[in-house]
């Protein structure tokens, strides 16, 4: 199995900044893409950036030229960098990844147990 640790939540003031961090560790075996998705109460949960191996990276529309994703292949874990944050950026924040894991011989998702972003104006 994979266990995926999230970190770096909080309050901020419109305008700040705040960095997620995320944390791979298990049976791993090969992990295809990382990312952040985020549900604001009421809301679905909907993608925020994801990137794969090979470096390409997805951002949703609303978060673009604001956030920064990144990823360090050999330590298994997904940063989230964001800037310029508002007040609609509030919700529960979750890390993911896609990957395969020993005895489960085909890819599938694995999420954290999430983290509160709070943007105050």
């Known amino acids: 199995q994979v266990q995926l640790v999230e970190s770096g939540g909080g309050l901020v003031q419109a305008g700040g900044s705040l960095r997620l961090s995320c944390a791979a560790s298990g049976s791993i075996l090969r992990i295809s893409a990382m990312g952040w998705y985020r549900q604001a109460p009421g809301n679905q949960r909907e993608l925020v950036a994801t990137i794969i191996s090979g470096g390409s990276t997805r951002y949703a529309d609303s978060v673009k030229d604001r956030f920064t994703i990144s990823r360090d292949n050999a330590k298994n874990t997904v940063d989230l960098q964001m800037n310029s944050l508002k007040p609609e950026d509030t919700a529960v924040y979750y890390c993911?990844?896609?990957?395969?894991?020993?005895?489960?011989?085909?890819?599938?998702?694995?999420w954290g147990q999430g983290t509160q972003v709070t943007v105050s104006t």
């Open positions: 993911n990844c896609v990957a395969v894991a020993s005895g489960i011989w085909y890819a599938r998702d694995y």
